[in-house]
Nanobody
Framework: QVHLVEFGGGLVQAGGSLRLSCEVS????????MGWFRQAPGKDREFLAA????????HYTGAAKGQLIISRDTTRNTVDLQISPLKPEDTAQYYC??????????????????WGRGTQVTVTS
């Protein structure tokens, strides 16, 4: 019951900053946890971070350590991911996803069953 659309990707320079956004919609957003993932060509999908919509509690997996800030904006209905500083190895397709939150936190990478189509981030040296 959650629809997600990512935007904000593009061609960016290493050392810079980027904010990705995921527009979310649905009748019961408060029962979901939203996450950001990425997948580079030839590599496995990587779970980056997640946030509970209801209270904004954030979780970081340790991927891209020190580079990420996840947040949600209840006025814009977005889940945002800030990446700074950008590195060439951050080049990937970035996806937003959601699943029922329940009471367990932090969430695992499993069970995300609502996905956006992704937005490409390409970091140049």
């Amino acid at each position: 019951q959650v629809h997600l659309v990512e935007f904000g990707g593009g061609l960016v320079q290493a050392g810079g900053s980027l904010r990705l956004s995921c527009e979310v919609s649905g009748p019961t957003l408060g029962v979901y946890v939203m996450g950001w993932f990425r997948q580079a060509p030839g590599k496995d999908r990587e779970f980056l971070a997640a946030i509970k919509w209801f209270d904004g509690r954030a979780h970081y997996t340790g991927a891209a350590k020190g580079q990420l800030i996840i947040s949600r904006d209840t006025t814009r209905n977005t889940v945002d991911l800030q990446i700074s500083p950008l590195k060439p190895e951050d080049t990937a397709q970035y996806y937003c996803a959601a699943k029922f939150a329940g009471w367990k936190f932090p969430p695992s990478a499993d069970g995300f069953d609502n996905w956006g189509r992704g937005t490409q981030v390409t970091v140049t040296s």
